[in-house]
């Protein structure tokens, strides 16, 4: 294995990416309890998902590849906060990375071209919500201005317990 370090490409998803996508929501599926989703996709079950999230406007998906080899190591997206039309300038923003990935920089990466692709946009807060614990991710969140807002107790339950999420928000 090189020390060198890997060069990383962010870009905007596209419908090619599916699979790795899938492949790796799947990972956080079937491991963690950092999604609530207790049953696994298909990538054609994950292509409405994807077809959510264009190129521009609001809703977006970035990925992060390996500038050699091409593999997916990582996405975020911005997504609707809540239905709502009074919601519409506000979003939830996600991280995921592959389980090889993490502790590289690749989250700080990926968050940094979302926020600055979002920075046009019409957009007042991003929330996050962070299945506790999780401290990975509440250092990333709290690395781009998120404030800690308040903690949902025992709000889902998956692998037999119930698991809490803290909520933060972030100024766009």
Same mark, same amino acid.
Do not use: C
């Given at each position: 294995?090189?020390?060198?370090?890997?060069?990383?490409?962010?870009?905007?998803?596209?419908?090619?990416?599916?699979?790795?996508?899938?492949?790796?929501?799947?990972?956080?599926?079937? *491991?963690?309890?950092? $999604?609530? #989703?207790?049953?696994?996709?298909?990538?054609?079950?994950?292509? =409405?998902?994807?077809? %959510?999230?264009?190129?521009?406007?609001?809703?977006?998906?970035?990925?992060?590849?390996?500038?050699?080899?091409?593999?997916?190591?990582?996405?975020?997206?911005?997504?609707?906060?809540?239905?709502?039309?009074?919601?519409?300038?506000?979003?939830?923003?996600?991280?995921?990375?592959?389980?090889?990935?993490?502790?590289?920089?690749?989250?700080?990466?990926?968050?940094?071209?979302?926020? *600055?692709?979002?920075? $046009?946009? #019409?957009?007042?807060?991003?929330?996050?919500?962070?299945?506790? =614990?999780?401290?990975? %991710?509440?250092?990333?969140?709290?690395?781009?201005?998120?404030?800690?807002?308040?903690?949902?107790?025992?709000?889902?339950?998956?692998?037999?317990?119930?698991?809490?999420?803290?909520?933060?928000?972030?100024?766009?």
């Amino acid at each position: 294995m090189s020390s060198e370090p890997t060069e990383v490409q962010v870009r905007p998803g596209v419908e090619a990416d599916l699979a790795a996508l899938t492949d790796i929501y799947n990972h956080y599926v079937r *491991e963690t309890p950092i $999604t609530f #989703d207790t049953a696994v996709f298909s990538p054609e079950e994950r292509r =409405p998902w994807l077809l %959510s999230h264009p190129e521009d406007g609001p809703y977006r998906l970035m990925v992060a590849t390996d500038v050699d080899t091409q593999e997916i190591l990582g996405y975020v997206t911005s997504s609707p906060f809540r239905t709502k039309q009074a919601y519409a300038t506000s979003v939830e923003v996600t991280a995921y990375l592959a389980p090889q990935a993490g502790g590289r920089g690749i989250g700080t990466l990926l968050y940094k071209a979302l926020f *600055e692709a979002l920075s $046009t946009e #019409d957009l007042h807060r991003a929330y996050a919500g962070i299945a506790q =614990p999780n401290e990975a %991710s509440t250092r990333l969140h709290e690395r781009f201005g998120f404030r800690y807002v308040g903690t949902y107790r025992e709000v889902g339950r998956k692998f037999g317990r119930y698991w809490d999420v803290a909520w933060y928000e972030k100024d766009l």
